[in-house]
């Protein structure tokens, strides 16, 4: 890809037409320069995201509404940044050997459908052809390269900048106070009459007297946890309910519980190792902080390159 990247950054670009398809008014969305972003095309690249908002606020329409339709901007702002990229590379004075996208495009087939055959059967059942195809990869490649050239290739963050930020969002890196615990389940059956209280309890002094937790909870419990010994890994504090969060959290490393009963099971926990709360070092969260302010920092450069490309080109919005 780099060195993909640094073919497009060298060569020089010949000018290419795109040519706009005649559409009626109420279905166009916006022109960009002489390409249309349809309606159609907005609500295409909503996709299952729209089914989620309606899955998620169908008794809400209002609510829905709002959500689908910051939805709509956001991607109709995404569908006019890409016509405006395109066409500023073909004005802006780039080149792109076709030698080089058709590499890209056969990559794209190994990976996504293995063969052409199998491409071929896909692109018959969405009804598109390989053509159309093709100019979707070759625009799609072309996007990706100028945003590498213009936004990309330019942000460095300085070792400063990452220790600035630790030190300015501190609380970013807290952990909570946490315990490695292990944990005994008995489920209540409807008829319980206190056996699963008795068993619990013998289970705790087998334990007492040396039995290990763990071979104990692969015997007994019948928690989700059970086969790997009854082990909840690393747990802060509400993640339990209460009765049992309670609990652990007065215990310390290799204690055990009492037996602790609610309406559904009985319980016994214990807890094998402790953390205090503390803030994580820098040289730990160095890494996570240089994304975070890479991808900050992108997304500035984007947002005035885009600005930039809407003031030398024709954009017009329709409602």
């Not at 996007?143 to 501190?170: A, W």
């Not at 160095?286 to 490309?309: C, T």
């Amino acid at each position: 890809m780099k060195y993909i990247a640094a073919i497009l950054a060298a060569t020089v670009l010949t000018g290419m037409e795109v040519k706009a398809q005649p559409q009626l008014a109420d279905a166009i969305r916006v022109v960009v320069h002489n390409a249309i972003v349809t309606r159609l095309q907005v609500e295409d690249a909503i996709g299952p995201l729209g089914n989620d908002l309606i899955r998620q606020y169908g008794s809400e329409p209002a609510t829905l509404e709002k959500k689908l339709n910051e939805l709509r901007d956001e991607n109709t702002d995404m569908l006019v940044e890409h016509e405006l990229i395109l066409h500023e590379f073909e004005t802006g004075g780039y080149h792109l050997p076709e030698s080089i996208i058709d590499e890209f495009v056969q990559q794209n087939i190994r990976r996504r459908y293995g063969d052409r055959a199998t491409l071929t059967r896909s692109l018959q059942d969405d009804g598109i052809t390989y053509e159309k195809f093709r100019q979707r990869i070759r625009d799609q490649f072309i996007i990706e390269q100028m945003r590498f050239k213009n936004i990309s290739d330019i942000v460095v963050i300085s070792p400063h900048k990452i220790e600035v930020y630790y030190v300015t969002h501190t609380n970013d890196f807290k952990v909570e106070e946490q315990l490695r615990l292990r944990m005994i389940v008995l489920n209540k059956g409807a008829d319980d009459a206190g056996q699963a209280r008795k068993l619990a309890e013998e289970i705790r002094t087998k334990a007492n007297e040396g039995s290990a937790f763990a071979d104990l909870a692969r015997l007994y419990s019948q928690g989700l946890h059970a086969s790997e010994g009854g082990d909840w890994g690393w747990v802060t504090k509400s993640v339990l309910r209460k009765e049992l969060d309670e609990a652990a959290f007065r215990l310390k490393p290799g204690e055990r519980s009492d037996v602790i009963e609610t309406p559904e099971a009985c319980y016994v926990i214990q807890v094998d190792e402790r953390n205090a709360e503390h803030i994580r070092p820098l040289g730990e969260v160095r890494d996570e902080i240089e994304k975070r302010l890479l991808a900050q920092e992108q997304d500035r450069l984007k947002k005035q390159w885009v600005e930039r490309l809407k003031k030398k080109t024709f954009v017009r919005y329709f409602e």
